[in-house]
């Protein structure tokens, strides 16, 4: 017998063998602990951020979301200017790796995601450090029946310039 190998009832059993069966044995034990706390970092949800599912306006402005059926919010932005629609933008929020992801795609630009630091019941801040504008666009909850949007990121003097929209919810009713 050599000493890699040791027998007990009637098999070998090496080194390598008690390795991998001490192995299974402390995976299975520990999977679900970990499944678990996998699962408990992937972040926020759509649901988190659900109030913002709806019909929003603000002086020249509208904005409007679904719900996130299908793993997705989507929505579309417009803005007015005597009376014409001057700006548009169609917008995503999706899951990405580890947290929310909003895909816009504005007009007159090329399209830039942003990656979501804080998604609270109360609000969500996307952030992108490498567009150039804006850096980072905020949306908080004031009350059910209104939101503010905040939009910031560097001017051209570098210093940080923005504005904030405060939306009303109306409804999404045509008629």
């Known amino acids: 017998m050599n000493v890699m190998t040791r027998k007990t009832g009637g098999r070998s059993h090496g080194i390598l063998g008690r390795a991998l ?3 299974v ?3 299975v034990l ?3 602990p970990l499944r678990q706390a996998a699962a408990q970092t992937t972040g926020p949800d759509l649901d988190v951020i659900s109030w913002m599912v709806g019909c929003w306006s603000a002086d020249g402005v509208e904005e409007r979301w679904t719900d996130g059926a299908g793993g997705q919010m989507l ?4 803005e007015f200017r005597d009376g014409r629609v001057d700006r548009w933008e169609s917008l995503r929020i999706f899951q990405g790796r580890s947290r929310l992801i909003l895909a816009a795609n504005p007009s007159h630009q090329p399209p830039a995601q942003f990656v979501a630091r804080v998604a609270t019941t109360d609000s969500v801040a996307f952030h992108n450090p490498e567009h150039d504008f804006p850096t980072e666009i905020r949306y908080r909850r004031v009350r059910r029946d209104s939101m503010t949007a905040v939009v910031t990121g560097p001017g051209a003097d570098g210093r940080v310039r923005g504005f904030e929209i405060r939306f009303g919810r109306v409804s999404c009713d045509p008629a």
Do not use: F, Y
């Open 30 to 32: 520990l999977g679900a």
């Open 21 to 23: 069966v001490l192995g």
């Open 25 to 27: 044995a402390v995976g």
């Open 75 to 78: 929505g579309v932005n417009r």
